[in-house]
């Protein structure tokens, strides 16, 4: 009996190992036959560097010179009557490397730069006897990738990948936490996993994301680290664990929030789905897990000229109250890409045929004043055109010829991040001086549920947030449009100015001093090593920080200064190492303008307008330039003398006007009075002449 009763319990296990091991795209598998009695096969155990020799992309790349463009390695095999399955490791992955065995193509690489190990279907009768070759790429562009080993396993995914069982639990201590769950193999790389389907799951090579702090996972023998994080403001748990074949451990993780953020919501201004942009992999599903999961209070859908909205999916998937979702628009034109947001459910797309930007600008808003309208990726070149090229935009001045009329501008997308990551810092710095007090934000544009994070890039938007599934929209457009926001990539900076007012104030009335105070902040997984404070783009004070990973409040820094003689706009900067952990990594640049990297992570803040002459407006470098002009002329001695009392924001806005041709071509008397100009007035009217010279666009 004691046998009989034995037997039962292990036939019992092992119908439940099997029962749950199907993908939502994969039958339940059968054991492996006879014919697949070698379980595994090593093809080539060694990692190989493909790629352009002698033309690394990048520069951690110079010392490891590339193989080649293509990856081949013959072995010998038995025709396989059943599915087999690749296993690859990989890296830098950013084109698509096609994978063919025999000739034929069986599937890609995975397009993301992560170490990942990354599984393939190998059909039945794709092996032949006798001697068989694997080979990987080549794209049709540049791009260096990592592979290798490689190896093969004469069983079906399901079973290949799910030998043994991770239960993994996180909670904040007491409750169940949506969060994301990173396993990493031994070797450092993203895990091959295998989930069964599940509406709460989203998963990935070495991802899971759960919208409800719960996730089985299949794995293959081995010893792993399981991570678990949940955005910005929570902390990061880990878990070293070894696991047999047959196995099933519970790995419990708790996780707290770590950063304080009240009355302030954290936004993406940018999300796509695969549903409905038509590229990507993250369903509509997917994408409200990895939302719950890495806490994002006020995600806008922007799919491609379509108008998605989440409110019933978010429903059946018992989300509705992590989040308020907002129906928007990515309105993708032929001379640049704008979010706009929010739409009623009833409204149609804008048109985005419109190529005149006033014409469409107008045609987006549509009378609607709560709108908000955002100038994506400036820098980045779609089809023909970039919005910030030098044919289009002034760097020093903030000129932007196609016009204005948006409210904001992105200043990180950490789906299209810049060699230079300060770069369009300093384009919105220009737009300001010129006058248009325009919005900073941060936003993912994520299009997938591990490749590119959403949320990494956020802004934290001022308002009620207590119950985050009623959030109210009309004042978070509102404060959006006002500035009252604050732009965050692994950090956030808080300002003030004489301990009243914020981000997107006008700090008036004033004595002869001002206290300025900076904080900043961020989770025990990021440090913050500077802070910076700009007035009109021009940095005036900088302090090191030294943080030891402490969470929440990493550095406040106050100071005392004079009133400045004429209104200044206040940002605070804080900035640090990036962070490179494969629980968060920070993306290589979408369009590198450089070989070398270093990511940073940032906090950033919006002005702060402090109303130096006390009449209860603020007035931009532009304004006083023209005023300067109208009073001193343009007789260069005069001029130079009545600049020297304003910054070099207004004489580089002044040496503009002086020149409406923008050629910069000056006569000799101008010239030589330069030379003897205030400092001040030199360096102004240089940064004018630095933005007219070639290749502007790329620094």
């Known amino acids: 009996m004691l046998i009989l009763r034995s037997l039962v319990v292990f036939l019992l296990a092992l119908a439940a190992q099997f029962g749950d091991s199907a993908n939502a795209d994969e039958p339940h598998p059968q054991p492996a036959t006879p014919n697949a009695v070698l379980a595994q096969r090593v093809l ?7 790629g352009t020799p002698g033309d690394p992309e990048w520069s951690d790349f110079a010392n490891d010179r590339a193989e080649g463009r293509t990856w ?36 890609k690489l995975v397009t993301n730069e992560a170490d990942l190990v990354h599984t393939l279907k190998v059909p039945s009768g794709a092996l032949r006897k006798g001697e068989n070759e694997l080979a990987i790429g080549p794209p049709s562009g540049r791009d260096d990738i990592v592979v290798g080993p490689c190896s093969l396993v004469f069983e079906p995914r399901a079973l290949a990948v799910n030998k043994a069982t991770l239960d993994v639990r996180v909670t904040d201590g007491q409750e169940k936490l949506p969060c994301r769950i990173t396993v990493v193999d031994e070797n450092g790389a993203l895990a091959a996993l295998f989930t069964t389907p599940d509406p709460h799951l989203a998963a990935r ?14 794995v293959r023998p081995g010893r792993y680290t399981v991570y678990a994080t949940r955005g910005f403001e929570y902390g990061m748990a880990q878990r070293s664990v070894t696991i047999a074949s047959g196995q099933t451990l519970d790995v419990p993780l708790s996780i707290t929030r770590e950063v304080p953020t009240p009355s302030l919501a954290a936004c993406d201004t940018h999300v796509h789905t695969l549903t409905h942009s038509g590229h990507g992999d993250a369903s509509v599903e997917e994408r409200l897990v990895t939302l719950a999961g890495e806490g994002i209070e006020v995600p806008i859908a922007t799919d491609h000229n379509h108008l998605t909205d989440y409110r019933d999916a978010s429903a059946r998937l018992g989300v ?3 989040f308020t979702p907002v129906i928007g628009d990515e309105v993708t034109t032929r001379k640049g890409h ?35 309208i955002v100038l994506n990726h400036p820098r980045d070149l779609h089809g023909t055109f970039r919005p910030f090229d030098p044919a289009n935009f002034n760097s020093a001045t903030g000129d932007l010829r196609p016009g204005t009329g948006f409210d904001a501008v992105e200043l990180f997308n950490s789906g299209a991040m810049q060699s230079d990551p300060t770069r369009v810092l300093r384009d919105w710095f220009a737009l300001w001086n010129h006058g248009h007090l325009i919005t900073a934000v941060g936003a993912s ?23 985050p599934g009623r959030i109210d929209i009309v004042e978070v457009s509102h404060s959006l449009r006002d500035g009252r926001a604050l732009v965050s990539l692994g950090l956030l900076a808080r300002l003030s100015v004489n301990d009243q007012f914020e981000a997107g104030s006008l700090a008036t009335p004033l004595g002869s001093e001002l206290r300025v105070s900076v904080t900043v902040l961020g989770p025990s997984w990021t440090r913050a090593d500077r802070v910076e404070l700009f007035a009109n ?14 969470a929440g409040q990493k550095a406040r820094f106050d100071w005392t200064m004079p009133r400045p003689s004429q209104d200044v706009a206040l940002v605070a900067v804080a900035s640090g190492p990036g962070v490179t952990a494969p629980y968060w990594p920070i993306p290589r640049p979408y369009q590198p303008t450089s070989k070398d990297w270093q990511p940073r992570v940032f906090g950033i803040t919006n002005p702060i307008r402090v109303d130096a002459d006390g009449d209860g407006q603020w007035f931009s470098p532009r304004y006083y330039a023209q005023f300067a002009i109208e009073l001193a002329g343009t007789e260069p001695s005069s001029l130079f003398r009545f600049l020297a009392r304003f910054d070099e924001a207004v004489a580089t806005q002044a040496a503009a006007l002086c020149h409406p041709s923008g050629t910069g071509e000056r006569g000799e008397e101008f010239a030589k009075a330069l030379k003897s100009a205030p400092e001040v007035v030199r360096r102004g009217f240089a940064a004018y002449e630095q933005s007219l ?7």
Not at 44 to 50: G, V, Y
Not at 340 to 362: G, N, Q, V, Y
Not at 537 to 550: C, P, T
Not at 693 to 699: D, K, N, V
């Open 320 to 322: 509705q109250e992590r």
């Open 445 to 467: 544009d994520s299009h997938d549920v591990s490749r590119y994070i959403v949320g990494q890039a956020r802004t934290y938007v001022a308002c009620d947030d207590s119950q």
């Open 44 to 50: 080539d155990p060694a990692r190989h560097h493909l």
């Open 72 to 107: 081949q390695v013959r072995f010998s095999a038995e025709p396989n009557t059943d599915e087999a399955t690749l296993f690859i490791r990989q890296r830098d992955v950013k084109l698509d490397w096609d994978v063919r065995l025999n000739g034929r193509t069986i599937g």
């Open 205 to 218: 090579a070495g991802v899971v994301y759960t919208s409800n702090g719960q996730a089985r996972i299949g």
């Open 693 to 699: 010279a070639p290749g502007t666009a790329e620094r």
């Open 537 to 550: 783009g021009i940095k005036i004070r900088e302090a090191r920080i030294e943080d030891d990973g402490r």
């Open 338 to 372: 704008f979010n706009a947001f929010p739409f009623a459910p009833t409204e149609s797309a804008p048109d985005a045929s419109i190529e005149d930007w006033p014409k469409l600008l107008r045609g987006i808003r549509d009378g609607n004043e709560s709108r908000v």
